[in-house]
């Protein structure tokens, strides 16, 4: 069984930088797919951006230039360091993950309801 544990969200002020973790812990069958998804209140959840296992990183185009996904196998952790801040990034941040992946990460990346592995959030406020 899969565990995702996310950390370090925090209140900010726009402009500012934030880095979230995630840390894994239990076995991927095959291929997988690993990223990261944001809810605002009254919105549905959206991709943010996702990594297969060759290192593959995919972005959306909200976050791009701004946001960088990395990846540290030997401690199974996941980051996303966030840099110049908007309000409208303010979200509850979550780590997700699905396996036995048959194509491409990028292909439908940003639906939700393909992942089956979540963490329970980290909270993100960015002040103007």
């Known amino acids: 069984q899969v565990r995702l544990v996310e950390s370090g969200g925090d209140s900010v002020q726009s402009v500012g930088s934030l880095r979230l973790s995630c840390v894994s812990s239990?076995?991927?069958?095959?291929?997988?797919?690993v990223g990261w998804f944001r809810q605002a209140p009254g919105k549905e959840r959206e991709g943010v951006a996702v990594v297969d296992r060759a290192g593959t990183i995919t972005y959306a185009d909200s976050v791009k230039g701004r946001f960088t996904l990395s990846r540290e196998y030997t401690k199974g952790t996941l980051y996303l360091q966030m840099d110049n801040l908007k309000s409208e990034d303010t979200a509850m941040y979550y780590c997700?993950?699905?396996?036995?992946?048959?194509?491409?990460?990028?292909?439908?990346?940003?639906?939700?309801?393909?992942?089956?592995?979540w963490g329970q959030g980290t909270q993100v406020n960015v002040s103007s």
């Open positions: 239990g076995y991927f069958y095959g291929d997988f797919c």
């Open positions: 997700a993950a699905r396996d036995r992946v048959t194509g491409p990460c990028s292909a439908d990346w940003g639906n939700a309801g393909r992942y089956k592995y």
